[in-house]
């Protein structure tokens, strides 16, 4: 039985000191929740803009799944979370626009688009994955 791997990248947002940004075992990789930070110095970008903070937390969740040897065609399920119903067309509008841009093989992940309140009131989505490696 293999060991459960922290996967840490600088590409991502640092973590809380309680989580990780990524957890690998036996192939299988799970992403936490992110956010649209800047990877460099963890602050919310794009107050007020969902498209924009919807592609740059998509990519943070990319940079996760990259560094721990990866790619967006490995990933089966992303889980959306927006602060508003109303903007749930905004935000499917930039998730087509970045899973056709990097998904390459044509199979797109699973999606779950839930509706909540998220810990910085700056945040108008947060998404997490999963993804099997190998």
Do not use: C
């Amino acid at each position: 039985m293999s060991d459960k791997t922290q996967v840490i990248t600088t590409g991502a947002p640092t973590p809380m000191p309680i989580f990780s940004q990524g957890v690998l075992k036996n192939g299988f990789l799970a992403v936490s929740g992110q956010g649209p930070q800047d990877p460099a110095t963890g602050e919310y970008l794009f107050r007020g803009d969902l498209t924009a903070q919807t592609l740059r937390t998509l990519d943070n969740v990319k940079a996760i799944v990259e560094a721990a040897g990866g790619t967006v065609d490995d990933v089966m399920s992303l889980r959306v979370f927006l602060t508003q119903r109303s903007d749930f067309a905004e935000m499917n509008a930039a998730y087509e626009q970045w899973v056709r841009a990097t998904v390459t093989s044509g199979v797109f992940p699973t999606r779950t688009t839930i509706f909540v309140e998220l810990p910085n009131e700056a945040m108008l989505v947060e998404i997490d994955a999963l993804a099997v490696l190998g």
